[in-house]
């Protein structure tokens, strides 16, 4: 089992930067690939990024691909999103996941698939 807790979220004016957080705090990091997902009022939340145990492969959606950078330091056991020029539609309450075990390439965007989560932290952009 692992505990998850996101930190770094605020308010950022459009084209501005942030990084988030995601530190567990219980149980072996190594033992999961992390993901990032959002939710904005009123719509279901989606994938933003994951990366696996490692780090040696990481995947993006495409609205943030490009912008958005996904990292992990296994000895800090945190792994982080970099995101830069951002804009209105990132706001959102960011929320990341961990899964262990294999899973295809198409699972990895289907939060069903990961079995531990952040209560999540606030992102607000104003434009």
């Known amino acids: 089992q692992v505990q998850l807790v996101e930190s770094g979220g605020g308010l950022v004016q459009a084209g501005g930067s942030l990084r988030l957080s995601c530190t567990a705090s219980?149980?072996?990091?190594?033992?999961?690939?992390i993901g990032w997902f959002r939710q904005a009022p009123g719509r279901e939340r989606e994938f933003v990024s994951r990366?696996?145990?490692?780090?040696?492969?990481?995947y993006y959606s495409k609205s943030v691909k490009g912008r958005f950078t996904i990292s992990r330091d296994n000895a800090k056991n945190t792994a982080y999103l970099q995101m830069n020029s951002l804009n209105s539609e990132d706001t959102a309450v960011y929320y990341c996941?961990?899964?262990?075990?294999?899973?295809?390439?198409?699972?990895?965007?289907?939060?069903?698939?990961?079995?531990?989560w952040g209560q999540g932290t606030q992102v607000t952009v104003s434009s």
């Open positions: 996941g961990a899964h262990g075990g294999v899973v295809t390439v198409q699972a990895i965007r289907d939060q069903n698939v990961y079995d531990y």
């Open positions: 219980e149980g072996s990091f190594t033992n999961y690939a």
């Open positions: 990366i696996s145990k490692t780090g040696g492969s990481t």
